[in-house]
């Protein structure tokens, strides 16, 4: 069992900037793949960003050249630093690690873009 834990959410106005930590219980080096999603009421769950245990890095089209994913792994984390944010951007972000196939989420930071 892989434990995941997000961090770092919180309330920024429009245009301001916000880094989210992901930390496993375990290696990140053992993961496939690790992932930011979001989500918002009555909506599905989408990708944000991922990077690969190779360090291939992957984003959605509606967070390029504002989002960055990064990884540390003498910390076992994994980062997402958001620039330029928008209201648009207002959701739950949940990490997500994936190890032989398997899933493991942490329980998503709440992140509140207003003025």
């Known amino acids: 069992q892989v434990h995941v834990v997000e961090s770092g959410g919180g309330l920024v106005q429009p245009g301001g900037s916000l880094s989210l930590s992901c930390v496993t219980s375990?290696?990140?080096?053992?993961?496939?793949?690790m992932g930011w999603y979001r989500q918002t009421p009555g909506k599905q769950r989408e990708l944000v960003a991922l990077?690969?245990?190779?360090?291939?890095?992957n984003y959605v089209d509606f967070v390029k050249g504002r989002f960055t994913i990064s990884r540390d792994g003498a910390k076992n984390t994994v980062y997402l630093q958001m620039n330029s944010l928008s209201p648009d951007d207002t959701a739950v972000y949940y990490c997500?690690?994936?190890?032989?196939?398997?899933?493991?989420w942490g329980q998503g930071t709440q992140v509140t873009v207003s003025s």
């Open positions: 997500q690690a994936v190890r032989e196939g398997r899933q493991y």
């Open positions: 990077i690969t245990n190779g360090g291939r890095t």
């Open positions: 375990e290696s990140i080096f053992s993961m496939s793949v």
